[in-house]
């Protein structure tokens, strides 16, 4: 075997090549041609990653860097990588600790794979379906014939807090980390939809956006999700092409993203490509079967539930993370501050209490309003130990219809809306 | 379509092991990403971890293989999704059951990292 790859057989030999078959049935692929699909595969999982452009890989060929997904999380700072292909990666929760989540620290979420082609001069956002008006329209067009806002608003994946879930629930295993609140600026999503027009009888949207899925194939969206009208219709809903004052990073959905604040994440459509609205709960890829869905009703750990008893998740639930310190502190103080972040979905957080005596007494935190409907509360607490030892401090948040943070994990076959509350570790000497 | 690995694994992974960390960029998240990638995310070599890293390294990273911790039913509803659903190409029964064997015994739920 002196040309370095050969590939096994399958049936039908590769068409164009110069394959020669042995007497087991080994294609020997000459000089000049692909190292073919299996080849591929077993390339990819010998380096433990994707080979982006791996269709053009030859014969003989010596890896460069894997530019693609390794340069894609450039300014990225201190994520913890969950995956990288599809690139999945969480913010530990002491780099959190910003009133408003720097882009290098927002966490990242692929469904699919992200698109090459993003230049913001070009780029078109087109607005059909059941309108009265389609539209196509520029970054540009939206800068013109929009009121342009800044808000900051929370993003959080339904699946955060699915590491925790026991037994295990399938689906990427965030811990606490998918959650961010960056200034997001953009023209309102609810203003879009008026100049489009909406027809009476839409019941929600549809998102799409320029993402390819997995297994490389073109006509197959990896995501397209969609909200009731009501919901899209909120004033705080943002097609936004700017974070944190500058353009969006290429894994937060640059050049052009929804954000829809309070509901899970993926409602929140990256490199954001078209909006159509119909008069049925959509059913693009990742709306049906038990994504993003819950049972209608509560079930033990591990229990199968039929697909026509799951229903689409809406608002997530009340949730708070403790940013500073860091877990695992050492200190000699017998007082310590602590703080943090709250949020509750569409609701506000009315009320933080702090545990250091895992969950007996609890003690109120200064709690702040949000700086604008669906931004994160910032929260903070002094807090005192009587004796050297090991602590928890817990953090629970209760959100204005008076519902907290449980103690244990609400089971769901998917491992959606973890809110059961966080919990840092000190050891005071 | 059927797979034979065992030939083709072993150089081509020689190959791309020698060469993918020395031309990482000096990022230096990329830098750990890249060094962190040849020992965390191999699965246990055990029979049928070829079939697996070939189906499933296909289309997506086995880190997200190995965090499952899935039991064999619920296995068993994964690949039945990712054929129905991600166009994975439909397995034969042999190598099904192969790499049904391998997940619910090497990457069960006592096997979560």
Redesign the interface.
């Known amino acids: 075997m002196d040309d370095g790859m050969s590939v096994s057989a399958s049936k039908t030999p590769m068409s164009g090549s110069d394959a020669d078959t042995n007497d087991e049935g080994v294609v020997n692929i000459g000089r000049r041609n692909f190292i073919g699909k299996s080849g591929l595969a077993a390339a990819s999982a010998a380096v433990g990653m994707t080979i982006p452009f791996g269709q053009n890989l030859r014969e003989g060929w010596v890896p460069a860097a894997q530019a693609q997904t390794v340069e894609g999380i450039g300014g990225k700072d201190g994520l913890t990588i969950l995956g990288d292909r599809p690139l999945n990666a969480e913010t530990p929760a002491h780099l959190l600790d910003d009133e408003f989540t720097p882009t290098k620290r927002h966490f990242i979420r692929n469904n699919g794979i992200p698109p090459e082609e993003v230049d913001p001069n070009t780029w078109t956002l087109t607005v059909d379906g059941l309108v009265d008006k389609p539209l196509k329209l520029t970054i540009a067009d939206l800068k013109n014939n929009f009121e342009v806002v800044e808000y900051a608003l929370q993003l959080e994946c339904g699946g955060n807090g699915r590491s925790f879930f026991d037994p295990p629930a399938r689906g990427n295993q965030w811990s606490i980390g998918a959650i961010a609140c960056s200034r997001w600026k953009g023209v309102r999503y609810a203003d879009v939809l008026k100049a489009a027009g909406v027809k009476s009888n839409v019941v929600y949207t549809a998102h799409e956006g320029a993402d390819t899925h997995l297994s490389g194939n073109p006509d197959k969206l990896p995501i397209s999700r969609g909200v009731p009208i009501k919901k899209a219709m909120d004033s705080f809903n943002l097609i936004a092409f700017e974070q944190n004052g500058t353009a969006l990073h290429p894994m937060n959905g640059a050049p052009l993203r929804l954000v829809v604040p309070g509901w899970p994440g993926s409602c929140s459509q990256k490199w954001l490509t078209r909006i159509h609205l119909r008069d049925v709960v959509h059913d693009g890829p990742k709306m049906t079967g038990s994504s993003y869905r819950v049972p209608a009703y509560p079930v033990a750990p591990g229990q199968k539930v039929p697909k026509e008893d799951m229903v689409i998740i809406e608002s997530m639930p009340v949730k708070s993370l403790i940013t500073r310190p860091k877990t695992e502190l050492e200190t000699s103080d017998k007082t310590l501050e602590v703080g943090g972040h709250a949020w509750a979905g569409d609701r506000k957080v009315t009320a933080l209490h702090v545990s250091t005596d895992f969950g007996a007494t609890w003690k109120e935190a200064d709690l702040k309003d949000p700086v604008n409907p669906f931004a994160w509360q910032n929260w903070s607490a002094k807090v005192s130990f009587p004796q050297a030892g090991y602590y928890e401090v817990w953090a629970r948040a209760t959100d204005d219809t008076g519902v907290t943070q449980p103690f244990a994990i609400a089971w769901n076959p998917k491992g959606y809306l973890n809110n059961s509350m966080h919990r840092i570790a000190v050891r005071v000497t | 379509?059927?797979?034979?690995?065992r030939?083709?694994?072993t150089?081509?992974?020689l190959?791309?092991?020698m060469?993918?960390p020395f031309?990482?960029?000096s990022?230096p998240?990329?830098t750990e990403?890249?060094a962190?990638?040849?020992q965390d995310?191999?699965i246990p070599k055990e029979p049928g971890h070829?079939e697996v890293?070939?189906?499933c390294?296909?289309?997506?990273?086995?880190?997200?293989v190995i965090?499952?911790?899935?039991?064999r039913?619920?296995w068993d509803e994964?690949l039945v999704?990712m054929v129905e659903?991600?166009?994975?190409p439909e397995l034969e029964h042999e190598e099904r059951k192969l790499i049904l064997d391998y997940l619910a015994t090497h990457l069960g739920?006592d096997h979560?990292p």
């Open positions: 379509m059927r797979f034979k690995l030939q083709t694994i150089p081509i992974a190959i791309c092991i060469f993918a031309t990482a960029k990022d998240v990329a990403f890249a962190n990638v040849m995310w191999q070829e890293e070939a189906y390294g296909a289309c997506h990273s086995l880190r997200i965090q499952q911790g899935l039991d039913a619920s994964l999704w659903e991600q166009d994975m739920p979560r």
